[in-house]
């Protein structure tokens, strides 16, 4: 009867808001991927004339990265720790470029390692924290990211340091805020 109907209707209303994250999350993945290519490829080019070796390590780091997130990509929801792992190569490509000017730390409990989150969800952070952060200060600075639990939640902080007088960047905060 109407009973029935009114759980039908609100597991529907479910699937639709579980479709639409899906969905929204895509877009954030197609919207990244190019971006990190371009100046990944760049990176690249500019070291193939001084660094051979470090073109190819950044090379094989890029395809690591690339196949890692593919993967991780085709699933809803992944453990933390994988999340962090890709997070931990794409600073390892940055690193080739910027050298000791970029450093990173993660701390994350063992409690959370395990956690399950979207794909992906670190990666727009910790691009922002090394390209509107630590590319723009001459001593480079230090990405970090903290996972805990609090309370019935999984709280993730990206920190990095930021120059106060750059002028403000010219994106429009579309990743960001995805």
């Known amino acids: ?5 009114s759980r039908n209707a609100e597991r ?4 639709l808001q579980g ?32 660094d051979t070796a470090a073109a190819r ?10 196949r890692k997130s593919l993967t991780l990509a085709r699933h809803q929801s ?5 999340e962090i792992s890709l997070a931990e190569t794409f600073l390892a490509i940055e690193r080739v470029r910027f050298g000791d000017r970029l450093r990173s730390r993660f701390d994350m409990s063992e409690d959370v390692a395990q956690a399950t989150v979207p794909p ?3 990666q727009p952070l910790v691009e922002n924290a090394v390209h509107h952060g630590v590319a723009h200060l001459l001593e480079g600075g230090e990405v970090c990211v903290r996972a805990r639990r609090s309370g019935g939640l999984l709280e993730i902080v990206v920190e990095n340091p930021c120059d106060p007088d750059r002028p403000p960047s010219r994106g429009t905060g ?4 995805n």
């Open 57 to 66: 390590h950044m090379c094989f780091l890029m395809a690591q990265f690339f």
């Open 1 to 5: 009867g109407a009973f029935e109907r």
């Open 19 to 50: 479709l639409a994250r899906e969905a929204e999350l895509k877009s954030l993945r197609a919207q990244l991927d190019p971006h990190f290519l371009f100046n990944s490829l760049n990176s690249v080019a500019a070291l193939i004339g001084q």
């Open 78 to 82: 992944i453990p933390l720790a994988e």
């Open 174 to 177: 579309v990743g960001l805020v």
């Open 12 to 15: 529907r209303a479910l699937e």
């Open 120 to 122: 992906l969800i670190l």
